[in-house]
Nanobody
Framework: QVQLVESGGGLVQPGGSLRLSCAASGITFSTYVMSWYRQAPGKEREFVAGISRAGSNTNYADSMKGRFTISRDNAQNTVYLQMNSLKPENTAVYYC????????WGKGTLVTVSS
């Protein structure tokens, strides 16, 4: 059974930082491209960042470049999203995605940026 479990969300003030984690089980983690998506209230789910199987290539949505960093630890079957200089508009549920022939999703972790 495939499981992707996100953690690390919470309430943070504008300008603050959070590090999200996504622990995977039930898949050969190193063979999957891993990504983070988010869904803000009333909006569609959107791509945040992605990382290649070995972690050598990353890509980001334009609005996240320079503030967010995606990384992975294939030995720990975990992908991370370091988020810095957070803004209220970053408030959303953040989802982990594992993609190969099929795509799997976690249940998400809520990030609230507010003073």
């Amino acid at each position: 059974q495939v499981q992707l479990v996100e953690s690390g969300g919470g309430l943070v003030q504008p300008g603050g930082s959070l590090r999200l984690s996504c622990a995977a089980s039930g898949i050969t983690f190193s063979t999957y491209v891993m990504s983070w998506y988010r869904q803000a209230p009333g909006k569609e789910r959107e791509f945040v960042a992605g990382i290649s199987r070995a972690g050598s290539n990353t890509n980001y949505a334009d609005s996240m470049k320079g503030r967010f960093t995606i990384s992975r630890d294939n030995a720990q079957n975990t992908v991370y999203l370091q988020m810095n200089s957070l803004k209220p508009e970053n408030t959303a549920v953040y989802y982990c995605n594992a993609a190969r022939e099929m795509a799997y999703w976690g249940k998400g972790t809520l990030v609230t940026v507010s003073s």
